[in-house]
């Protein structure tokens, strides 16, 4: 367990929790004092997240939502705030790249990530941000990508699209949300497993993208894990409405 605690007494919902960044992001909020809420659509890995949370000593429970269901996300939010009487910080991290290569400018795979990647984000957003707004506090981190910044070889061009509206709907719900103490952040990660091993469409390019890292490496999902923990937390406490990139310096140039 981490010493700090830098989570102590937070209640916290991560989706897309099963797996990659998102267990990560878990199991790091979860060792630093959050109770968290582990979502996802895929139960025996979000299961087993979990259980490694538990045998470390952290409290967590899985819940099955489909972030694309706004009946889903109004009972994940009611259940978690029954259940523990607040809800501090919501992590908005399910995603998909891409479905298949072919199907790149097909309106069934603009839909399919438009739905899971933007939408997903609105309606968890929305709904969380009402609870926040009443209680006076609560950190909103909504996982984007560099892709939300530019365009290029590497991506779906849905999913660029879908980046740049996390990244914009985030900064307007700062705004909005802002006078009630409601923090609203983005993280932008590089290319990392493993998504980008598993099916990301431009797998094979990975090691031109690496040569044109000025680190010279794909990210770990730690990486961007503690990146999230900073923006979940209160030495955020002025943060709001920011982009935190974390990708070994890629957009840089
Ligand atoms: N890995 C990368 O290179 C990379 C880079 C930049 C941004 N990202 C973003 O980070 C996030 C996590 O990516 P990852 O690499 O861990 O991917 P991953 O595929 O390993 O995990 C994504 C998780 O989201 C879940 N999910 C998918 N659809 C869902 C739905 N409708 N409702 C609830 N959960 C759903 C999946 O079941 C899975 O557990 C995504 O938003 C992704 O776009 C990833």
């Known amino acids: 367990m ?13 989706t897309g929790a099963s797996n990659g960044m998102g267990a990560a992001e878990a199991k790091l909020l979860a060792s630093e004092g959050a109770r968290v809420v582990a979502c996802d659509i895929q139960s025996a890995p979000g299961e087993e997240v979990v259980s490694e949370i ?7 429970e899985y819940v099955h939502c489909d972030v694309t269901s706004e009946k889903e996300w109004e009972s994940v939010v009611e259940g ?7 809800l ?3 992590v908005n991290n399910a995603g998909i790249s891409s479905t298949s290569v072919e199907d790149n400018l097909s309106t069934e795979s603009w839909e399919d990530i438009m739905n899971i990647n933007a939408t997903g984000v609105f ?15 609560g950190s909103i981190v909504n996982i984007s990508s560099i892709m939300g910044f530019v365009g290029g070889e590497y991506g779906h061009p849905a999913y660029h699209a879908s980046k740049g509206a996390v990244r914009i709907f985030s900064k ?62 209160d030495e955020a406490s002025f943060v709001t409405g920011t982009e935190l990139v974390i990708d070994g310096g890629y957009i840089a140039q």
């Open 54 to 60: 538990l045998a470390e000593g952290g409290e967590a």
């Open 172 to 233: 307007a719900m700062a705004v909005k949300y802002g006078p009630y103490g409601v923090r609203v952040n983005t993280v932008h990660p590089g290319f990392m497993p493993p998504m980008t091993s598993s099916n990301h469409p431009t797998s094979g390019s990975r090691a031109r993208y690496v040569e044109q890292t000025p680190l010279r490496r794909t990210g770990e999902v730690i990486e961007v894990a503690y990146g999230v923990l900073f923006l979940a937390s």
């Open 123 to 137: 309606l968890g957003t929305k709904t969380t941000a009402e609870v926040m707004k009443e209680q006076g506090s």
């Open 80 to 86: 978690t705030v029954s259940r523990y009487g607040a």
């Open 88 to 90: 501090h910080v919501l």
């Open 2 to 14: 981490a010493l700090n605690r830098r989570l102590e007494g937070k209640v916290a919902i991560v």
